[in-house]
């Protein structure tokens, strides 16, 4: 739900905008056998990841989102980021929104998750992170609505 109030706010600016769900996707994990790097970024794993990638290469902004499960972010989110390995030089220069959503009502559960994120972004040249939404406090799916995490995705997706 954070997600498409972002992409409302940056669609509604005129911008081009994208969602991909990665439980629509296929990703497979990284078996670290380093083909990519001997094959110019060519995975031997054959799903979703090689367009997820491209896709991350030739955009001006990413938004990463994730629930986050005990005090981390999603395996599947963990396995995209691990799948980057391929092409993750080639991510230069990118603005980068945080989102993150927690049953947790302190602030201060999502602190490993957002590490996880800098983490992987201190990886990206040029990568610059402009904005952090946390909807905390919300258990049960669609809570996030009533929380000011939703106005406050909109206006960051709105003001890119």
Known sequence: ??????????????????????????????????????????????????????????????????????????????????????RYTEIRGKDIYFIMTAADERKESVDQTMEGFRAFTSCLTGAREKGIIAGTGVWKKGEVARTDAMKQAFEMGQAL
Do not use: W
Not at 4 to 27: C, P, V, W, Y
């Open 1 to 86: 739900m954070l997600c498409d109030q972002f992409l409302l706010g940056a669609k509604e600016s005129g911008h081009e905008a994208e969602k991909i769900s990665l439980r629509d996707n296929t990703i497979h994990f990284c078996v670290a056998c380093d083909t990519c790097q001997r094959e110019g970024g060519r995975c031997v794993q054959k799903d979703d990841m090689a367009q997820i990638l491209e896709k991350m290469i030739s955009a001006d902004v990413i938004v990463m989102a994730t629930p986050v499960y005990f005090y981390s972010m999603s395996g599947q989110m963990k396995t995209l980021i691990d799948r980057t390995y391929a």
